[in-house]
């Protein structure tokens, strides 16, 4: 049984010092190995023996992420209406009166985020001055010179 836990941590080591060589390859800046004493000081709810520690690189999952801004937001008094396409916007007094496709939402402020149709969300808010013109592209880029001079 610890003979067999032994051959699983040398794999495993081995393994890391693939990954750690790959990123020196690739020139991922600042990745190194850390052994046990360091990964609990960067993150004192893991253990373990080694670990590969990259700080330029994260991994977010965009799904927990919204979820978790919207909890905050929740908390907060926000509140969540989905599939409620906005289709006019008047003023009564102080506040928005928002007309929906699902119903009618007051609100103190509006921030519109409708993206490609924010302006003509703006506009039906009486802001006429913005005019969204969509068009298809690739944007790319390229750290080195173009040898041609071209
Ligand atoms: C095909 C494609 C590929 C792309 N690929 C990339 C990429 O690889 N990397 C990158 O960084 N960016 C990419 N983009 C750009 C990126 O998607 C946008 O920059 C980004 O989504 C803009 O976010 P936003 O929140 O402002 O708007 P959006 O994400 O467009 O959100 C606007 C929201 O408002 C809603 N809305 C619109 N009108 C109303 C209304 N009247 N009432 C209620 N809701 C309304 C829409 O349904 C939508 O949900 C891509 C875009 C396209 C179209």
Not at 63 to 71: D, I, M, Y
Not at 84 to 99: H, N, P, S
């Amino acid at each position: 049984m610890r003979e067999a836990r032994r051959g699983d941590r040398r794999r495993e080591e081995a393994e890391l010092e693939r990954l750690a060589a790959n990123a020196r390859a690739c020139a991922a800046p600042g990745t190194r190995l850390v052994g046990a004493k360091e990964i609990t000081s960067l993150e004192p709810d893991v253990k373990g023996i080694a670990a590969l520690f990259c700080p330029d690189t994260g991994i977010v999952d965009p799904v927990e992420l919204t979820r978790s801004l919207l909890a905050d937001a929740e908390d907060r008094g926000a509140m969540l209406v989905t599939r409620a396409e906005v289709t006019a916007i008047g003023r009564e007094r102080k506040d928005y009166r928002l007309q929906t496709s699902r119903e009618e939402i007051r609100a103190a402020a509006v921030v519109n985020a409708a993206g490609l149709r924010s302006d003509e969300v703006a506009a039906m808010a009486g802001v006429r001055k913005y005019r969204i013109h969509p068009w298809r592209g690739i944007t790319s880029g390229s750290s080195r010179r173009p040898s041609t001079g071209i």
